[in-house]
T-cell receptor, first 112, second 113 residues
């Protein structure tokens, strides 16, 4: 499987600001995904990021709030914009390897 | 879209006993069913998966069974050990490239020594 890293691992931010999370993979992958995991909850898909095309967002998530970039086959970013305390969560990227998904270590975001 | 229900939400077992977690799904086109284990503060890790052309799969103390007719699948952990304590998530997808995973709500397993 691929080795996946995320930056930052955690951050504490003020409401109204934005944070960009980076996801780096050591191999070229076609599909990358971004998930949110609220405290004590399951994983909810935010969007699918395919290189060379616009990200596909799930119901309840919009590009203005969670813009995503996918400039190449090993890298993606997720920005959490105009943050509020409700955005406090763990954000995870995952990559598709075969038909299986493998997860990055996550970014723990706290919004004050 | 797909909906995955997972039960129970919490499970406490004595070390050495077996643990069973059950999931049901709604999309009859789903044909790939992975299970993830998430220890506290860590990423979800794939522990076993099963595809719809197989009814059962084993890997040491872990097994997964699938009943496509009833649209349910289960995770079985035998001879549980304290290190099995974690949150377990089932998921379902249509299995083709780019198909998204839909996750169950998770089961918190506590193995008591």
């Amino acid at each position: 499987s691929a080795v996946i890293s995320q930056k930052p691992s955690r951050d504490i931010c003020q409401r109204g600001t934005s944070l960009t999370i980076q996801c780096q993979v050591d191999s070229q992958v076609t599909m990358m995904f971004w998930y949110r995991q609220q405290p004590g909850q399951s994983l909810t898909l935010i969007a699918t990021a395919n290189q060379g095309s616009e990200a596909t967002y799930e119901s309840g998530f919009v590009i203005d709030k969670f813009p995503i970039s996918r400039p190449n086959l090993t890298f993606s970013t997720l920005t959490v914009s105009n943050m509020s305390p409700e955005d406090s969560s763990i954000y995870l990227c995952s990559v598709e390897w075969g038909d299986t998904q493998y997860f990055g270590p996550g970014t723990r975001l706290t919004v004050l | 879209g797909e909906n995955v229900e997972q039960h129970p939400s919490t499970l406490s077992v004595q070390e050495g006993d077996s643990a069973v977690i059950k999931c049901t799904y709604s999309d009859s086109a789903s044909n790939y069913f992975p299970w993830y284990k998430q220890e506290l503060g860590k990423r979800p890790q794939l522990i076993i998966d099963i595809r719809s052309n197989v009814g059962e799969k084993k890997d040491q103390r872990i097994a997964v069974t699938l009943n496509k007719t009833a649209k349910h699948f289960s995770l079985h952990i035998t001879e549980t050990q304290p290190e099995d304590s974690a949150v377990y998530f089932c998921a379902a997808s249509r299995g083709a490239a780019g198909n998204k995973l839909t996750f169950g709500g998770g089961t918190r397993v506590l193995v008591k020594p």
